[in-house]
């Protein structure tokens, strides 16, 4: 780990603490040109953390404050993702897979971040999850059923289709413009689907909202 300390932090808002860990690409040409960014005050941009291609990992802002990676969005209903949040940049352009040893490395950070601040696996997402209509990252070249895997995310099962927008919203999603959730479900557990919402769509977020949704007070459904 290495302490690359960036100026563009703040307290968290209203109390808040970490309940959600987001994931981003960098859409770099490199992790140093990245780096230079989250840590310049112009830029008004920042990260937590940020995991080169080759595993190096830096660390730009303390977990107790409030880094600037996740803008508008919201997830569960709750908006200042920011102050919710813990923000992990993976040095990528969204148009490759990741690298194996920026896997791991990610892989052997997500579980001390999810125990210092007791986050569970649904609490990991993607910048697209909470801000669908706005952002793509981490891209279908993201593993997210690696890290299911692992227990550090989730992945739905087979189901019964019920009613993808409602499904979605009791998951977490912001369903105003369900083309970009369609897409943003798609691209984080079905990159490889096209067209309209289908029954596979519907059952497996249906599956999604059964074992993790919650209602829009942020309570166990």
């Given at each position: 780990?290495?302490?690359?300390?960036s100026?563009?932090?703040?307290?968290?808002?209203?109390?808040?603490?970490?309940e959600?860990?987001?994931?981003?690409?960098?859409?770099?040409?490199?992790?140093?040109?990245?780096l230079?960014?989250?840590?310049?005050?112009?830029a008004?941009?920042?990260?937590?953390?940020?995991?080169?291609?080759?595993?190096?990992?830096?660390?730009?802002v303390?977990?107790?404050?409030?880094a600037?990676?996740?803008?508008?969005?919201?997830?569960?209903?709750r908006?200042?993702?920011n102050?919710?949040?813990?923000?992990?940049?993976?040095?990528?352009?969204?148009?490759?897979?990741?690298?194996?040893?920026?896997?791991?490395?990610?892989?052997?950070?997500?579980?001390?971040v999810?125990?210092?601040?007791?986050?569970g696996?649904?609490?990991v997402?993607?910048?697209?999850?909470?801000?669908p209509?706005?952002?793509f990252?981490?891209?279908?070249?993201?593993?997210?059923?690696?890290?299911?895997?692992?227990?550090?995310?989730?992945?739905?099962?087979?189901?019964?289709?019920?009613?993808?927008?409602?499904?979605?919203?009791?998951?977490g999603?912001?369903?105003?413009d369900e083309?970009?959730?369609?897409?943003?479900?798609?691209?984080?557990?079905r990159p490889?689907?096209?067209?309209?919402?289908?029954?596979?769509?519907?059952?497996m977020?249906?599956?999604?909202?059964?074992?993790?949704?919650?209602?829009?007070?942020?309570?166990?459904?």
């Amino acid at each position: 780990m290495r302490w690359r300390p960036s100026p563009n932090f703040g307290p968290r808002r209203d109390g808040l603490r970490p309940e959600l860990i987001v994931l981003h690409y960098t859409a770099m040409e490199t992790a140093e040109a990245a780096l230079a960014r989250l840590c310049d005050p112009a830029a008004e941009v920042s990260a937590h953390y940020l995991i080169a291609g080759d595993g190096r990992v830096w660390q730009m802002v303390r977990e107790e404050m409030r880094a600037w990676h996740a803008g508008a969005g919201a997830w569960r209903g709750r908006g200042d993702v920011n102050s919710r949040s813990i923000g992990i940049e993976l040095d990528n352009r969204g148009t490759h897979p990741f690298a194996e040893p920026q896997m791991a490395a990610l892989e052997a950070l997500l579980p001390q971040v999810m125990a210092r601040w007791s986050i569970g696996p649904e609490g990991v997402i993607g910048h697209s999850d909470m801000a669908p209509a706005r952002k793509f990252d981490p891209g279908p070249r993201f593993d997210w059923s690696r890290l299911a895997r692992r227990g550090l995310a989730v992945w739905p099962e087979a189901g019964q289709a019920g009613d993808f927008a409602r499904d979605a919203a009791r998951f977490g999603y912001p369903v105003e413009d369900e083309a970009a959730l369609l897409a943003a479900f798609r691209a984080r557990f079905r990159p490889q689907a096209t067209g309209p919402a289908g029954a596979a769509d519907r059952a497996m977020m249906a599956d999604l909202a059964a074992r993790f949704g919650v209602d829009r007070t942020g309570e166990s459904a």
